[in-house]
């Protein structure tokens, strides 16, 4: 941000690869931009295990990690930054809470994800949680960003 007084901020979107293979990722985007949110980089993927590593180093080590590093390596991903005032908190309230089961209707896992069963939880999208954690997990998925 060249502001400094500016309370824009970026946050890392991912569609999850169950995201991309249900045909979301017009839908998330859509939500996004609805929204009001500036998409500045998109680009599909498929991850490799150091960048998720990296980007899922909180997790390491408990029950879910291995589950969860085997389903984002289970088909392509797709990466966006978005842009706006309070984005950060914002795209995680547009995405519901963690465990779709109990996430809110209206947001993007309440409506569109549900518990299948899996050993970890799979809830078509990610974003950031603060800003420290939106610039180290951007810096994975667009290093010239
Ligand atoms: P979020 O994606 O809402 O920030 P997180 O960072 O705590 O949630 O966890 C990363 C992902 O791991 C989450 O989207 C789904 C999965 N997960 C989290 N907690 C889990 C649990 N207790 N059991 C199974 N999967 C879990
Ligand atoms: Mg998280």
Do not use: W
Request: charged share 25%.
């Amino acid at each position: 941000m060249t502001n400094a007084n500016s309370s824009a901020q970026r946050t890392l979107i991912l569609v999850k690869p169950d995201g991309v293979r249900r045909g979301l990722v017009g839908e998330v985007i859509a939500r996004v931009e609805r929204k009001g949110y500036k998409i500045s980089a998109l680009r599909m993927l498929s991850a490799d295990k150091s960048m998720l590593e990296t980007h899922y180093a909180e997790h390491k080590g408990k029950p879910f990690y291995e589950p969860l590093m085997e389903f984002m390596l289970s088909g392509p991903i797709v990466a966006m930054i978005a842009e706006g005032e309070r984005v950060i908190e914002g795209f995680r309230s547009l995405a519901g809470a963690t465990d779709p089961t109990v996430a809110a209707p209206g947001s993007i896992r309440g409506d569109l994800a549900r518990d299948q069963g899996t050993r970890v939880v799979q809830n078509i999208v990610h974003g950031s949680d603060s800003p420290e954690s939106a610039e180290r997990e951007i810096k994975i998925f667009f290093p010239n960003n």
